[in-house]
């Protein structure tokens, strides 16, 4: 996490500031320009274990994406099993129009119909990636630029 003032990279959690009516992430030393906000109390649900307790698995959590060639897989796995278009929308209860969109790759496949299209066709068409991994790499190949950048900031 990069403090939204300075841009430095912030060591443990960032403060809450409230900077001209605007809230902010910011470093230590960035926290003066403005004042400091308390952490709004999280609402107890009954039932459920307290805040600290809790883990989250969000942002660890794997999901899956529809590969970049997925119309080639879909038509060539079509013509290998000798399927027309018809055939192969009748075996997973789609329309024609909805296959002929899939082979032209005028629509990407949502998760449920790739996964149907998968089982019917024996073929891949999820990868699994990691969020936290491409968080990464974008935060790594792009700094976003702050304040700190664009305005020079007043001291005293």
Known sequence: MRCEICGKKVIGKPIRTKIDNSIMLTCNDCSKFGKVQREPPQPQRP???PAGRRRSYR????????????????REAREKKGWSREELGEK???????????????MVPDLKLARK??????ITLLEKTDQAQMDDLNAAHMRKATIGDIARIKKG
């Open 117 to 122: 299209m998968e089982k019917i066709l024996k």
């Open 92 to 106: 997973i209860y789609e329309k024609v129009s909805v296959i002929n969109r899939l082979e032209s790759g005028k």
């Open 47 to 49: 039932g459920r274990a």
């Open 59 to 74: 942002s660890q959590e794997p999901t899956q994406e529809v590969v970049e060639d997925f119309h080639k897989l879909i």
